[in-house]
């Protein structure tokens, strides 16, 4: 089982491949999202402001004026964020739930392509 | 000064009200839409005190003439354009209001270039197609013939993502465009060519690289051949991400699933329901980047010699569209654009200003 602290680092290693990427640079210039992440066993809440493409800043508690929010249970958010499932088939098997609009969602998982390309 | 947006809470239109609002504080920019909702909840989203929020229905022209009073501006996002251009735009006219579109449909452009006179009369100027495509695609048509003795070929193409737009409208138009004669102006005249025809690989901006283009019905062969003097050829293509969604397009268009606008409604409205399906469906191959490009080749004379510019751009399609239809507003606005009538962009933008202005937000011109 995912621990809250193997999640902590999941999602700081995978920020510092988002920021350092210079082609999500380039396409998400104009993408400014405030982006929460819920887990459950563990329950964890983190919060990522994306700003221009660039993760800002990122805080482990809930923001209730999310854009965008992703559920799941630990270690499918775990697998998402490190490269190993693949988000948009998971959201389509209802395995992770996403709300957000139909293009954030398509940003958010060509977001994850890019990085582990 | 107040700028009005008639579609402002859409995906374009948002982009149009964002820029405005931020690069014309001292002015009121009006975000007038049919969903009030949604258009609070964009207004509240952009965040700046001079965006104002009004609800209209287009089709009801009283609404339209209301909205438009005491308006300097008004830049019209309601597409598909091939049916609103007719509608708006000679109320615009009538109301003696400067006009701004993103008109993308080569039809709903011709028949805007007829109100030509009615606008001169009016002492209105109305600036169409004014987006990436048309628009920025223009105003590098006008750039290269400006570097050029003379300008001889102008190729024109796109590439737009279906991770990258979301709507009703986008979807009719790529319909509307992919099927039927779509113009072309080859060995200097007007000519009309397949849609989805005449294949050709073309390089863009990285990351979206080489893609396979075709013919489709779109504005600037119709309009670059009356401003760009003694040119031969003006020819556009483009092409959907993922690859294997042209295929789909190609299928409907030949089982005529999309031949009517009862059946096209249908279709688009099915399809734009799940884009996050249709790109998993369409998209296992060449995941959809989320981002849209353009490049433009003007081949030429120069001191004697052939000479080719070439020149590419990248972004979201919303930014790409949305800002030079701002950019183009506000030119307006200060008296950068005088000469009523309607035009096209490479009638009126001076190019050097206009991509000056692209770079403040971020928008790079690359010379490919």
Known sequence: MVTAETLISTLNTFVEKVNANLTLKKILKGWSKLVVIKTKDPDTEATLKVEKGTVIDMKFEDTPTADIILSANADVINDIFTGKANPSRLYLDGTLKVFASQKDQMVLDAIVDIVWK | ?????????????GEVVADLAQFSPESQVVMVDLRRDVAEKKAKSIGLPNVMVEQCDVNRRDDVLGVLKDAKIVVNCVGPFYKYEKVILPLAIESGVGYV?????????????SYSDMARSNDVTALIGMGWTPGITNVLARLGAEKLDQAESIHIFWVGSIADSEGLAVTKHVFHVIQGLAPSFENYQWIDVDALSGNEDVEFPDPIGVQNTYYVGHPEPVTIPRYIRGVKNVTLKGTLLPKDINKLGKFLVDTDAVSTEKKLHAVSEFLSGDLVVL????????????????????????AGKPKTFSWGAIDSMGRLTGIPASIGAQMMARGKIKQPGVLPAE???????????LKKRDIEIEEM
């Open chain 2, 1 to 13: 000064m107040k700028f009005v947006v008639l579609g402002g809470a859409g995906d374009m239109g």
């Open chain 2, 101 to 113: 579109d993103i008109c993308d449909d080569h039809d709903a452009t011709e028949r805007a270039l």
């Open chain 2, 279 to 302: 790109s998993n469906i369409f998209g296992t191959k060449d995941k959809p980047l989320p981002v849209s490009g353009l490049r433009v080749d003007v081949h030429g004379i120069k």
């Open chain 2, 347 to 357: 009638a009126c933008i001076q190019p050097e200003y206009f991509i000056e202005e």
